[in-house]
């Protein structure tokens, strides 16, 4: 998905150089192609941002460990299986896809940086292929479980008595393999297709258009479930309590939305400039940062757990049992081998 900027020149060629190594001019061919041609960066008087590999190494397995737990939890605890919480559980498999594709792309460039592991350029190749379809599947799944969970709050506040007859687990489960599916296919397309600047539209247009939905879904939500809230109230004490519970994973959401916007927003406005002004000096600056957007990515796969944890009372307790439980056995073994 990134190698827009890709320098294809295999002599100075690692999956992530390919992003930062120079800065580029593209220009669009007859056909509608990217054209990508690159010049030395001090022209344009930016320093490009380095970044050691060591600490995407680290982001990524903490997010990994992170995101595992919660999946662990989900499927642990019977009281979260409810289909808000199996599109939280695809939520964080979304995540997982950026962290073991940043963690593996890492632990490459480290070997081949150390000398470790000589591989030829059509290894390289389908690497930087597999790991690009790993992050525009993580992307393109993540705004649309965003926006499951979103339409998923939208009828648990105005829908409650029909609630459960409207989204059922079956119907859960056809929606996250709707999703999974599309996603596999968009992310097929984009990476056959990548140098077409058809393909970089359809993916800026999606990111807008899922937020647009959602802010709509918002605006209603938030506007109306006050008045809603005290028509329930007057009728009935505990339907207040449970509007006040749906309320709040509606605000759980937006927090998850925001955060996902001021991690991915940088690069979706990479896109868009790449397409818009590729050779405009203010641009290429611009582009130059292109490793710091990565590393707001990965913090985004970072933060979704402990948000999930901190608004979730009950999978912040079956954290702790998992956390806890590991320790016991952790605690047990060493104590075996001691008597041993």
């Given at each position: 998905?990134?190698?827009?900027?890709?320098?294809?020149?295999?002599?100075?060629?690692?999956?992530?150089?390919?992003?930062?190594?120079?800065?580029?001019?593209?220009?669009?061919?007859?056909?509608?192609?990217?054209?990508?041609?690159?010049?030395?960066?001090?022209?344009?008087?930016?320093?490009?941002?380095?970044?050691?590999?060591?600490?995407?190494?680290?982001?990524?397995?903490?997010?990994?460990?992170?995101?595992?737990?919660?999946?662990?939890?989900?499927?642990?605890?019977?009281?979260?299986?409810?289909?808000?919480?199996?599109?939280?559980?695809?939520?964080?498999?979304?995540?997982?896809?950026?962290?073991?594709?940043?963690?593996?792309?890492?632990?490459f460039m480290l070997l081949i940086d150390q000398g470790v592991l000589v591989v030829t350029y059509d290894i390289l190749r389908l690497m930087d292929n597999v790991l690009d379809m790993m992050i525009c599947s993580?992307?393109?799944?993540?705004?649309?479980?965003?926006?499951?969970?979103?339409?998923?709050?939208?009828?648990?506040?105005?829908?409650?008595?029909?609630?459960?007859?409207?989204?059922?687990?079956?119907?859960?489960?056809?929606?996250?393999?709707?999703?999974?599916?599309?996603?596999?296919?968009?992310?097929?397309?984009?990476?056959?297709?990548?140098?077409?600047?058809?393909?970089?539209?359809?993916?800026?247009?999606?990111?807008?258009?899922?937020?647009?939905?959602?802010?709509?879904?918002?605006?209603?939500?938030?506007?109306?479930?006050?008045?809603?809230?005290?028509?329930?109230?007057?009728?009935?004490?505990?339907?207040?309590?449970?509007?006040?519970?749906?309320?709040?994973?509606?605000?759980?959401?937006?927090?998850?939305?925001?955060?996902?916007?001021?991690?991915?927003?940088?690069?979706?406005?990479?896109?868009?400039?790449?397409?818009?002004?590729?050779s405009n000096p203010l641009c290429v600056c611009y582009f130059s940062h292109f490793n710091l957007f990565l590393i707001l990515i990965i913090c985004n796969s970072l933060i979704d757990p402990v948000i999930y944890?901190?608004?979730?009372?009950?999978?912040?307790?079956?954290?702790?049992?998992?956390?806890?439980?590991?320790?016991?056995?952790?605690?047990?073994?060493?104590?075996?081998?001691?008597?041993?």
């Amino acid at each position: 998905m990134v190698r827009l900027l890709a320098d294809m020149n295999f002599s100075t060629y690692s999956p992530r150089s390919r992003y930062v190594d120079n800065s580029a001019d593209a220009f669009y061919g007859e056909n509608g192609t990217i054209n990508v041609s690159y010049s030395n960066m001090s022209m344009t008087g930016c320093n490009r941002i380095m970044i050691p590999n060591e600490l995407f190494l680290t982001l990524g397995l903490v997010s990994l460990v992170e995101n595992i737990l919660v999946i662990l939890a989900i499927i642990k605890n019977r009281n979260l299986h409810s289909p808000m919480y199996y599109f939280i559980c695809c939520l964080a498999v979304s995540d997982m896809l950026v962290s073991v594709s940043n963690v593996v792309e890492t632990l490459f460039m480290l070997l081949i940086d150390q000398g470790v592991l000589v591989v030829t350029y059509d290894i390289l190749r389908l690497m930087d292929n597999v790991l690009d379809m790993m992050i525009c599947s993580s992307v393109v799944s993540s705004l649309s479980f965003l926006v499951a969970i979103a339409a998923d709050r939208y009828v648990t506040i105005f829908y409650a008595l029909r609630y459960h007859n409207i989204m059922t687990t079956q119907r859960a489960v056809v929606i996250i393999i709707a999703i999974w599916a599309a996603s596999t296919i968009s992310s097929t397309l984009f990476i056959v297709y990548y140098m077409n600047i058809a393909v970089i539209i359809c993916l800026i247009a999606f990111f807008f258009a899922m937020l647009i939905f959602m802010a709509g879904l918002y605006l209603q939500m938030f506007t109306l479930a006050h008045i809603h809230s005290k028509r329930i109230n007057a009728f009935q004490k505990l339907r207040h309590q449970q509007q006040a519970t749906n309320m709040k994973g509606a605000v759980t959401l937006t927090i998850l939305l925001g955060v996902f916007l001021v991690c991915w927003g940088p690069f979706f406005l990479h896109l868009t400039l790449i397409i818009t002004c590729p050779s405009n000096p203010l641009c290429v600056c611009y582009f130059s940062h292109f490793n710091l957007f990565l590393i707001l990515i990965i913090c985004n796969s970072l933060i979704d757990p402990v948000i999930y944890a901190f608004r979730s009372q009950e999978l912040r307790k079956t954290l702790k049992e998992l956390l806890f439980c590991s320790w016991q056995l952790h605690c047990f073994e060493c104590l075996s081998c001691t008597k041993l």
